[in-house]
Nanobody
Framework: QVHVVESGGGLVQAGGSLRLSCAAS????????MGWYRQAPGKQRELVAV???????NYANSVKGRFTISRDDAKNTAYLEMISLKPEDTAVYYC???????????????WGQGTQVTVSS
């Protein structure tokens, strides 16, 4: 069983910053991509940023230049550094990890429960 836990959300004023963490735990062979998504009230869940096992990154246009995704494979943890936050960044932020149970099995995607980020104007 794999558990994914996000942390670091909270309330911040516009222009402020937050750092989210996503930790994967359990028994598995390796982690492929790790990603951050967000869902605002009344809206669909959208991709924020993703990082591959090789370190390649991809960002939503709305966060480019403000958000940075990174990972520490020794800790099975991904991070999302967010600066210059805007009220429209308010959402529940979810992390997912593509985990390979063993070297001969394909990756399985696991999701965390989410962490609330609220940006006040």
């Amino acid at each position: 069983q794999v558990h994914v836990v996000e942390s670091g959300g909270g309330l911040v004023q516009a222009g402020g910053s937050l750092r989210l963490s996503c930790a994967a735990s359990g028994s598995f062979f390796s982690i492929n991509a790790m990603g951050w998504y967000r869902q605002a009230p009344g809206k669909q869940r959208e991709l924020v940023a993703v990082i591959t096992s090789a370190g390649s990154t991809n960002y939503a246009n709305s966060v480019k230049g403000r958000f940075t995704i990174s990972r520490d494979d020794a800790k099975n943890t991904a991070y999302l550094e967010m600066i210059s936050l805007k009220p429209e960044d308010t959402a529940v932020y979810y992390c997912n990890t593509d985990v390979r149970p063993s070297s001969w099995q394909a990756a399985v995607r696991y999701w965390g429960q989410g962490t609330q980020v609220t940006v006040s104007s």
